[in-house]
């Protein structure tokens, strides 16, 4: 029975990462325009390069795919070892890590180290958070777009929605409807998405963050 548990929790992990390491957004991106997405805008793979590089159908597909790898991997979890709350947050940060940090996408630094690239995560995120709890997608969903559009930075949306799962499990949780294991998964997320928007963070501080929306028509108007 242990060795039957240790075996499906690889199998959840590595799944898991090599499912979220698949890069929908270089792929799309590529195969819409023929443009390699890493060398636009932040260089990263995710939803917002993606509506720079080739507009707002590719933007939405990449999200939507992005969004499945994190719902998927609970699903995975759930499937291979079912009610083990652990391997269900376990699985999507693993998803997130390879969607962060893509084996997929290897290469060398200037200084010839190996690097890999991808995108902040803020999408398959908010999957583990729809596949943990599937009706969170009816609070998370229209509180993303708000903050997006509402605010108009896409880290700004990456970083706060998050802190809204940790309100709605932590709330669930103290009714009895969710372990509180599933409030550990959306501080975790957090903190990996902070750690990959530290370019983000500092160009906020600073005042020369990229905005989306009425932000980025407003920014290219002042700058002409």
């Given at each position: 029975?242990?060795?039957?548990?240790?075996?499906?929790?690889?199998?959840?992990?590595?799944?898991?990462?090599?499912?979220?390491?698949?890069?929908?957004?270089l792929?799309?991106?590529?195969?819409?325009?023929?443009?390699?997405?890493?060398?636009?805008?932040?260089?990263r793979?995710?939803?917002?390069?993606?509506?720079?590089a080739?507009?707002?159908?590719?933007?939405?597909?990449?999200?939507?795919?992005?969004?499945?790898?994190?719902?998927?991997?609970v699903?995975?979890?759930?499937?291979?070892?079912?009610?083990?709350?652990?391997?269900?947050?376990?699985?999507?940060?693993a998803?997130?890590?390879?969607?962060?940090?893509s084996?997929?996408?290897?290469?060398?630094?200037?200084?010839?180290?190996?690097?890999?690239?991808?995108?902040?995560?803020?999408?398959?995120?908010?999957?583990?958070?729809?596949?943990?709890?599937?009706?969170?997608?009816?609070?998370?969903i229209?509180?993303?777009?708000?903050?997006?559009?509402?605010?108009?930075?896409?880290?700004?949306?990456?970083?706060?929605?998050?802190?809204?799962?940790?309100?709605?499990?932590?709330?669930?949780?103290?009714q009895?409807?969710?372990?509180?294991?599933?409030?550990?998964?959306?501080?975790?997320?957090?903190?990996?998405?902070?750690?990959?928007?530290?370019?983000n963070?500092?160009?906020?501080?600073?005042?020369?963050?990229?905005?989306?929306?009425?932000?980025?028509?407003?920014?290219?108007?002042?700058?002409?």
């Amino acid at each position: 029975m242990k060795i039957l548990l240790i075996t499906n929790t690889l199998v959840t992990f590595f799944g898991s990462y090599i499912l979220g390491a698949i890069p929908f957004g270089l792929l799309l991106v590529r195969w819409k325009t023929g443009q390699d997405v890493r060398l636009i805008g932040s260089g990263r793979t995710g939803t917002t390069n993606a509506l720079r590089a080739a507009g707002p159908a590719i933007a939405i597909l990449t999200l939507l795919l992005d969004v499945f790898k994190g719902a998927s991997a609970v699903w995975l979890a759930h499937w291979l070892t079912p009610d083990n709350a652990w391997l269900e947050i376990l699985a999507p940060l693993a998803a997130i890590l390879g969607h962060n940090y893509s084996i997929f996408l290897t290469e060398r630094d200037e200084d010839g180290r190996l690097r890999l690239r991808g995108g902040a995560g803020g999408a398959p995120a908010l999957g583990g958070a729809l596949g943990l709890w599937p009706t969170s997608f009816l609070i998370l969903i229209p509180i993303s777009i708000l903050i997006y559009f509402g605010v108009g930075y896409a880290s700004v949306t990456t970083m706060t929605v998050p802190l809204i799962a940790i309100i709605l499990f932590a709330v669930r949780a103290w009714q009895g409807y969710s372990p509180w294991v599933y409030v550990l998964y959306c501080l975790i997320v957090e903190a990996l998405l902070l750690w990959a928007l530290r370019p983000n963070i500092r160009n906020l501080l600073d005042g020369t963050e990229r905005g989306v929306g009425w932000r980025a028509k407003r920014k290219g108007a002042g700058s002409k």
